[in-house]
């Protein structure tokens, strides 16, 4: 089957799942103008959208959203609903794309003490980005099956691979491993990402799956992992309670549960290729030690693009 992509925000999720796809064509969008180089360099058609209605760039993403046979939507939602939704509803509708998938997080879920959560779990969103989130893909759902296109949620973990890892931190010193009890996280390699893409735009897939790895584990045993890869000893334990941290990066302990991958493995048929932070670390480690960088740039080179 030849696919056509367009990609509503070009970001790092969204590069794997192009390398995974190889559509026959890809167009995607940036925020400003000094963005719309490196896009080009990925072999993709570059064009801004800002989120702004009646913007004069606009027509041109209307008449790429009309030869694009699949769409992945990877822009955050804003206070007032989710930017795309909110300009090219009716573009979208009249274009009958074959699939839309969008992307969200498992932060949807809220905390759950730790215990293990599914794609049928009731969701309780603590912070206000994860609020929006979940408004945003009622909104997608919503919108598939008013205008009759397939239209799957993936619910993404820790985001993680070449480029976006623990190493650099390690080696310049300002890794921590905080340490809060009972807490854990699931995570997600990039590569894997584009998989789980691949098989929900590939099989017009409807409904919510959650992108995660089999093992949800501590975070400091991730920064242990990650030194000794390095042959390093590890950063010294900072008790939660004492660790200096953003209010972002504090507001994600406040969130506890175990993530369950089972719809993905049974409903798409993915097969991870990295099943728990061990072998994703090992992979993504290698790959910036490669000559390319391991960068997500290099990765959409080395599989055909446009």
């Known amino acids: 089957m030849n696919i056509s992509l367009f990609c509503f925000g070009l970001g790092y999720s969204a590069r794997f799942a192009i390398a995974d796809l190889q559509p026959e064509s890809v167009w995607g969008t940036t925020r400003t103008a000094e963005k719309l180089h490196a896009l080009?360099?990925?072999?993709?058609?570059?064009?801004?959208?800002?989120?702004?209605?009646?913007?004069?760039?606009?027509?041109?993403?209307?008449?790429?959203?009309?030869?694009?046979?699949?769409?992945l939507v990877?822009?955050?939602?804003?206070?007032?609903?989710?930017?795309?939704?909110?300009?090219?509803?009716?573009?979208?509708?009249?274009?009958?794309?074959?699939?839309?998938?969008?992307?969200?997080?498992?932060?949807?879920?809220?905390?759950?003490?730790?215990?293990w959560v599914d794609e049928t779990t009731p969701c309780q969103p603590v912070s206000e980005r994860s609020k929006r989130r979940l408004d945003a893909e009622e909104a997608w759902l919503e919108f598939g099956e008013e205008v009759g296109v397939p239209v799957s949620v993936i619910r993404l973990a820790g985001i993680y691979g070449p480029g976006r890892g623990p190493?650099?931190?390690?080696?310049?010193?300002?890794?921590?491993?905080?340490?809060?009890?009972?807490?854990?996280?699931?995570?997600?390699?990039?590569?894997?990402?584009?998989?789980?893409?691949?098989?929900?735009?590939?099989?017009?897939?409807?409904?919510?799956?959650?992108?995660?790895?089999d093992e949800p584990a501590p975070p400091q045993d991730v920064i242990a992992y990650a030194a000794k890869l390095l042959g390093m000893e590890p950063p010294p334990e900072v008790p939660f309670e004492e660790a200096e941290m953003s209010p972002m990066a504090r507001s994600f302990y406040g969130e506890n549960k175990r993530v369950r991958n089972d719809k993905i493995k049974t409903e798409l048929g993915v097969n991870l290729a990295y099943r728990s932070y061990r072998e994703g670390l090992a992979a993504t480690l290698a790959a910036e030690r490669a000559p390319s960088g391991g960068t997500v740039q290099a990765l959409a080179r080395q599989k055909h693009i446009g």
Do not use: W
């Not at 959208?49 to 009646?54: H, L």
């Not at 009249?94 to 730790?114: K, W």
């Not at 009972?182 to 893409?197: L, P, S, W």
């Open 40 to 71: 080009a360099g990925l072999g993709a058609m570059p064009l801004i959208f800002d989120g702004v209605a009646g913007a004069p760039h606009n027509g041109a993403v209307e008449d790429a959203v009309a030869e694009a046979s699949h769409v």
């Open 74 to 115: 990877s822009i955050a939602p804003e206070a007032q609903g989710d930017p795309v939704l909110a300009v090219f509803r009716d573009a979208l509708a009249e274009a009958q794309p074959m699939a839309i998938c969008y992307l969200s997080t498992v932060g949807v879920y809220g905390d759950h003490g730790g215990a």
């Open 167 to 213: 190493f650099r931190k390690l080696r310049d010193g300002t890794s921590r491993r905080i340490i809060k009890h009972g807490q854990v996280f699931n995570r997600i390699h990039g590569e894997d990402i584009g998989r789980i893409v691949a098989a929900a735009l590939g099989q017009q897939a409807v409904g919510i799956f959650n992108g995660a790895d």
